[in-house]
């Protein structure tokens, strides 16, 4: 497995991947407007030459936001999110970053899980946040202390 930058010619691979993974996923164009907007870390991670998974972070110091995060699904389970969100992680604080924030649904025990070990706390709940289906989400935080 490889983190690599992302670029155009992955979009339909991350765009399958979005599709499969959320109930109100992302277009594959909004996909290219994020990846030529130098505000964000987009990162794909590669297994044989095929996408498995990809992150996006919006980096503006102090502070980055973790907007999306997926791995396909026959690679879920073994590490795929751990090395994207340490890649995105690595990035931001490169660029003076100490403090990351993200959104995650209540029910996804799984993601939840992946964030609490790398140290994120739950600051807050947005309610009715997320459609398809409608559901609260939690806000969490991870600071330069916990790092």
């Excluded at 930058?5 to 691979?13: G, S, T």
């Excluded at 389970?77 to 924030?101: E, H, Q, T, W």
Aim: with cysteine.
């Amino acid at each position: 497995m490889e983190i690599i930058k992302a670029d155009i010619c992955r979009l339909p691979e991350v765009a399958r991947i979005e599709r499969e993974s959320f109930g109100d996923p992302w277009s594959q164009s909004s996909f290219l407007r994020i990846l030529n907007d130098g505000v964000f870390c987009f990162l794909v991670c590669v297994e044989e030459g095929a996408v498995i998974g990809y992150v996006i972070g919006m980096i503006v110091s102090p502070e980055a936001e973790i907007i999306n995060l997926a791995v396909d699904a026959p690679h879920r389970r073994k590490g795929v999110g751990s090395l994207l969100l340490d890649a995105l992680i690595a990035n931001a604080k490169s660029k003076g970053c100490g403090a990351f924030y993200l959104e995650v649904r209540r029910s996804n025990t799984g993601a939840r899980q992946l964030y609490e070990s790398f140290g994120f706390t739950c600051v807050g709940v947005r309610k009715r946040y997320y459609a398809k289906p409608v559901e609260d989400a939690l806000l969490m935080l991870k600071t330069e202390n916990s790092l």
